[in-house]
Nanobody, 114 residues
């Protein structure tokens, strides 16, 4: 059974940075694309970024393009989300996922104060 565990969330001031990690246990996921989503209070879950299994292709939501960077370390079975120049509207619970396998993590809270 595969589990995804996110970490790295927290409280940060606007303009600051955070790096989220998503570690997978139970099975190597090196051949799967990975993704980050987020859900703000009262809103639907939305796509943030994804990365191909090789890391050679990435995609971002327009709202985070140029500020967030997704990367992966297949040897560590981990995906990262580097978040720079954070804004209050980035406040949400961030979830990592393996969309092709419908596997989700439990989420990590990111709060950006103004």
């Amino acid at each position: 059974q595969v589990q995804l565990v996110e970490s790295g969330g927290g409280l940060v001031q606007a303009g600051g940075s955070l790096t989220l990690s998503c570690a997978a246990s139970g099975r190597a996921l090196s051949r799967y694309g990975r993704a980050w989503f987020r859900q703000a209070p009262g809103k639907e879950r939305e796509f943030v970024a994804d990365i191909s299994w090789s890391g050679g292709r990435t995609a971002y939501a327009d709202s985070v393009k140029g500020r967030f960077t997704i990367s992966r370390d297949n040897a560590e079975n981990t995906v990262y989300l580097q978040m720079n120049r954070l804004k209050p509207e980035d406040t949400a619970v961030y979830y990592c996922a393996v969309p092709a396998a419908a596997i989700w993590g439990q989420g990590t809270q990111v709060t950006v104060s103004s």
